[in-house]
T-cell receptor, first 115, second 110 residues
């Protein structure tokens, strides 16, 4: 079974430029999460989707971050414009429906460096 | 709010040594508790979990017991291997949100 797929794996951009990350969750997983992991820290939730609906985006900096999950499958996270402090690893995770929500399956992440 | 505190690393051990990584948490209610492992260049993988007090999670020789009285979920392994070298994250879950600790790096030498 294929795991959570993310691309690109690495991205280097200059500040004020836009950037987008893509995530393909495990087939059949209706819940999708985006996390940000700063260096030396644990992941922190940015947004959670149940199918197409963003049900928790309280930690998403909405002035520059946006996300979408069209058709309830793939998802894109965008930053515009990027700032130096956005340098981090952006992790996507998914979990299956109903009773097994405790288990979140993580992708390898996209490592962003803003210069 | 919810929080997880882990012992700082790196933890450096020789192969076959006993491992303990301490984890304590602060949360209201009855969270589920998890240990995730992150190998170099890879995403986080669930190592083990416990969903209620006194439950013991175990996997690949690792164990952790949910201690509500001490709000702890310490990770243990009786004999570590070089391949166990990784970063270990303790986490709690209330509702659908995972809250992670900062992670503890484990380095095992032959």
């Amino acid at each position: 079974e294929a795991g959570v797929v993310q691309s690109p794996r690495y991205k280097i951009i200059e500040k004020k430029q836009p950037v987008a990350f893509w995530c393909n969750p495990i087939s059949g997983h209706n819940t999708l999460y985006w996390y940000r992991q700063n260096l030396g820290q644990g992941p922190e939730l940015l947004i959670r989707y149940e199918n197409e609906e963003a049900v928790d985006d309280s930690q998403l900096p909405k002035d520059r971050f946006s996300a979408e999950r069209l058709k309830g499958v793939d998802s894109t996270l965008k930053i515009q414009p990027a700032e130096l402090g956005d340098s981090a690893v952006y992790l996507c995770a998914s979990s299956p429906p109903r009773t097994v929500k405790e288990t979140q399956y993580f992708g390898p992440g996209t490592r962003l460096l803003v210069l | 709010g919810d929080s997880v505190t882990q012992m700082e690393g790196p933890v450096t051990l020789s192969e076959e040594a006993f491992l303990t990584i301490n984890c304590t948490y602060t949360a209201t209610g009855y969270p589920s508790l998890f240990w995730y492992v992150q190998y170099p260049g890879e995403g986080l993988q669930l190592l083990l979990k416990a969903t209620k007090a006194d439950d013991k999670g175990s996997n690949k020789g690792f164990e952790a017991t949910y201690r509500k009285e001490t709000t702890s979920f310490h990770l243990e392994k009786g004999s570590v291997q070089v391949s166990d070298s990784a970063v270990y994250f303790c986490a709690l879950k209330r509702y659908s949100t995972l809250t992670f600790g900062k992670g503890t790096m484990l380095l095992v030498s032959p």
